[in-house]
């Protein structure tokens, strides 16, 4: 206020108050005829205020156009995450993010108020961190072979080969990717995955595999290579050796809490026939292959503890001996092993594959790009609540938050992985924020459209897959009930059955349609007198002879 500061309470100004006695991330936003006021007692609870104040802004206006008037209601929020985890992890092995749309996805996920970036940043298909003191893990294995072709069915690549597709980050990169996210009040995690889904260092250090792989190692462009089941050799002291050294510049570059060390679909097969890895297990006094997952999981989170650092690793870690004091993210099924690590008192996070793993379908699958795993949808995400109702209340508080998870196997550019993120993410952000009492898909869809608006206005794409029509067919005695829907409640599904496109005159959709010859049944969905989504064409005709329906 000396410098010359509007004194408390001027007319027409944005006053930022510290409160002490608001929580950590927790902010308040006060909006009177004369003022704003925001009040918080940290960074991020300013720039939460902050964000909201714009998303009231962009509900009321184009914030890109200088030329309108905002309003914004007069209103008092006060607001608080409902977890200390908000995270979101974006897999940049299999498809390498360069820096600047990464920058693009921090700017997004501070918008939605997530706090967290985890960066998958080593498997089978790349290595994507400079590693001062081992050049070859980028030099080598951050490039790999051309394969265009859907990502299970790339072929493996072969000696001699050239490896033009990749990148990765320098050390300065990432540095500048840290300072860029903290302003934004959101901490990158990196995770180093280990012993399995490293073919990629394995490419690079060959000696690092069981001594019993004689194939040729190369980076993967798909899921295939020429040895099953690769992994780093436990009964090699020089992988170990390796590690630190990967931990300890990761650690000197990362201030993050945490380092993930993966841990996850680690093979046993190679830990079988490798003399030196049984000769290990028997002077550790280990008995199965499992344990011997342990033995390395554990060694390497002391080394990661050592550092001052806290480990975090994907649910697999459940099935041993969890390395102590780890965080454990549970992703298999509904995540109910991050619940069993909950148990034993570890801190777990949820992004269980069925809705948290963003790589599956977002809309009827015959509008999407090819992917596998299933549907997923934004009102899937959105309607995902973590703490599951039989969970007992002391372990449910072992639960620090929840993760949409993007890995990018039918990814090939950055756009390709946007598409898969937005909206979806902004579901997910409303599950880690907002309180399970306080869903309401209908009221969360209104609020939705300037979010996305905003997302966009950063240079994002954000997918239309809610507008796009599922559909059943049933038999219904001697003839086919066809019944269409769409996630998004404020849309009209308009409608033909003579094969023409579906206009704004055509019938609007309400009860089920019954076809009894052969038909094409065409829809489409229409907001405020717009077509929104793509046109559903359903050839159908009744099979007469055994009455089923036949749908090419
Ligand atoms: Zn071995």
Same mark, same amino acid.
């Given at each position: 206020?000396?410098?010359?500061?509007?004194?408390?309470?001027?007319?027409?100004?944005? +006053?930022?108050?510290?409160n002490?006695?608001l929580p950590h991330e927790a902010y308040s936003l $006060?909006?009177?005829?004369?003022?704003?006021?925001i009040a918080a007692s940290d960074k991020a609870g300013f720039l939460y205020g902050v964000q909201s104040l714009k998303q009231l802004l962009v509900t009321?206006?184009?914030?890109?156009?200088?030329?309108?008037?905002?309003?914004?209601?007069?209103l008092e929020i006060e607001d608080a995450p409902r977890f200390e985890y908000r995270g979101v992890m974006l897999?940049?092995?299999?498809?390498?993010?360069?820096?600047?749309?990464?920058?693009?996805i921090i700017d997004a996920a501070a918008l939605l108020k997530l706090n967290k970036l985890h960066?998958?940043?080593?498997?089978?298909?790349?290595?994507?961190? &400079?590693?001062?003191?081992?050049?070859?893990?980028?030099?080598? /294995?951050?490039?790999?072979?051309?394969?265009?072709?859907?990502?299970?069915?790339? =072929?493996?690549?072969?000696?001699? &080969?050239? =490896?033009?597709?990749?990148?990765?980050? !320098?050390?300065?990169?990432?540095?500048?990717?840290?300072?860029?996210a903290s302003?934004r009040a959101i901490e990158i995690i990196?995770?180093?995955?280990?012993?399995?889904?490293? !073919?990629?260092?394995?490419?690079?250090?060959?000696?690092?595999?069981?001594?019993?792989?004689?194939?040729?190692?190369?980076?993967?462009?798909?899921?295939?290579?020429?040895?099953?089941?690769?992994?780093?050799?436990?009964?090699?002291?020089?992988?170990?050796?390796?590690?630190?050294?990967?931990?300890?510049?990761?650690?000197?570059?990362?201030?993050?809490?945490?380092?993930?060390?993966?841990?996850?679909?680690?093979?046993?097969?190679? *830990?079988?026939?490798?003399?030196?890895?049984?000769?290990?297990?028997?002077?550790?006094?280990?008995?199965?292959?499992?344990?011997?997952?342990?033995?390395?999981?554990?060694?390497?989170?002391?080394?990661?503890?050592?550092?001052?650092?806290?480990?975090?690793?994907?649910?697999?870690?459940?099935?041993?001996?969890?390395?102590?004091?780890?965080?454990?993210m549970g992703?298999?099924?509904?995540g109910?092993?991050g619940?069993?690590?909950?148990?034993?008192?570890?801190k777990f996070i949820m992004t269980p594959?069925?809705v948290m793993?963003l790589?599956?379908?977002?809309?009827?699958? *015959?509008?999407?790009?090819? =992917?596998?795993? /299933?549907?997923n =949808?934004l009102k899937d995400v959105y309607m995902y609540e973590p703490i599951q109702?039989? *969970?007992?209340?002391?372990?449910a508080k072992n639960l620090i938050g929840v993760q949409a998870s993007l *890995?990018?196997?039918?990814?090939?550019?950055?756009?390709?992985?946007?598409?898969?993120l937005f909206p979806r993410l902004i579901g997910a952000a409303e599950v880690a924020w907002s309180d399970a009492n306080t869903k309401d898909w209908n009221g969360f869809v209104t609020r939705l459209d300037g979010v996305n608006n905003q997302i966009? $206005?950063l240079?994002i794409?954000s997918?239309?897959?809610?507008?796009?029509?599922?559909?059943?067919?049933?038999?219904?005695?001697?003839?086919?009930?066809?019944?269409?829907?769409?996630?998004?409640?404020?849309?009209?599904?308009?409608?033909?059955?003579?094969?023409? +496109?579906?206009?704004?005159?055509?019938?609007?959709?309400?009860?089920?349609?019954?076809?009894?010859?052969?038909?094409?049944?065409?829809?489409?969905?229409?907001?405020?007198?717009?077509?929104?989504?793509?046109?559903?064409?359903?050839?159908?005709?009744?099979?007469?002879?055994?009455?089923?329906?036949?749908?090419?």
């Open positions: 206020k000396k410098s010359g500061f509007p004194r408390d309470n001027a007319k027409n100004t944005i +006053e930022f108050k510290e002490l006695s $006060q909006i009177t005829k004369d003022n704003v006021i009321s206006a184009n914030v890109n156009d200088a030329t309108k008037a905002y309003k914004v209601p007069a897999d940049v092995s299999r498809c390498f993010i360069p820096k600047e749309n990464v920058k693009k960066l998958h940043l080593v498997d089978d298909n790349g290595w994507r961190l &400079e590693i001062k003191k081992y050049p070859k893990l980028t030099e080598v /294995g951050a490039w790999r072979v051309e394969r265009d072709g859907f990502f299970p069915e790339r =072929t493996a690549p072969q000696k001699g &080969e050239a =490896t033009p597709v990749g990148g990765f980050y !320098t050390q300065e990169d990432m540095a500048e990717l840290i300072r860029y302003e990196p995770e180093i995955e280990m012993p399995a889904h490293t !073919t990629s260092s394995l490419a690079a250090y060959p000696n690092l595999a069981c001594p019993v792989v004689d194939e040729y190692i190369g980076v993967l462009p798909g899921f295939a290579g020429n040895t099953d089941g690769l992994v780093y050799c436990a009964g090699n002291e020089d992988v170990f050796t390796m590690l630190e050294g990967v931990i300890d510049e990761v650690a000197a570059l990362f201030p993050s809490s945490y380092i993930h060390l993966g841990g996850d679909e680690a093979s046993k097969v190679l *830990w079988k026939k490798c003399p030196k890895c049984q000769a290990h297990m028997k002077a550790e006094n280990i008995e199965h292959e499992e344990e011997l997952q342990s033995y390395f999981m554990k060694r390497m989170s002391k080394y990661v503890q050592s550092k001052g650092k806290q480990v975090l690793g994907w649910d697999e870690l459940t099935n041993s001996t969890i390395p102590e004091g780890a965080t454990i992703w298999q099924g509904m109910n092993a619940y069993k690590a909950g148990k034993l008192g570890h594959a069925r793993y790589i599956r379908y977002q809309g009827p699958q *015959w509008f999407e790009p090819r =992917t596998y795993f /299933g549907n =949808t109702a039989n *969970w007992d209340k002391d372990v *890995w990018t196997e039918f990814c090939n550019s950055a756009e390709d992985v946007e598409y898969l966009q $206005q240079g794409i997918a239309a897959s809610m507008y796009n029509i599922d559909h059943k067919v049933e038999p219904n005695q001697n003839n086919l009930k066809v019944t269409l829907s769409c996630i998004r409640p404020d849309v009209q599904i308009h409608y033909t059955t003579n094969g023409n +496109e579906p206009t704004a005159t055509d019938p609007i959709y309400t009860d089920p349609i019954c076809v009894e010859k052969e038909q094409i049944v065409k829809a489409v969905t229409y907001k405020d007198g717009e077509v929104v989504g793509k046109v559903l064409s359903l050839p159908l005709s009744k099979n007469n002879a055994t009455g089923k329906k036949v749908l090419s």
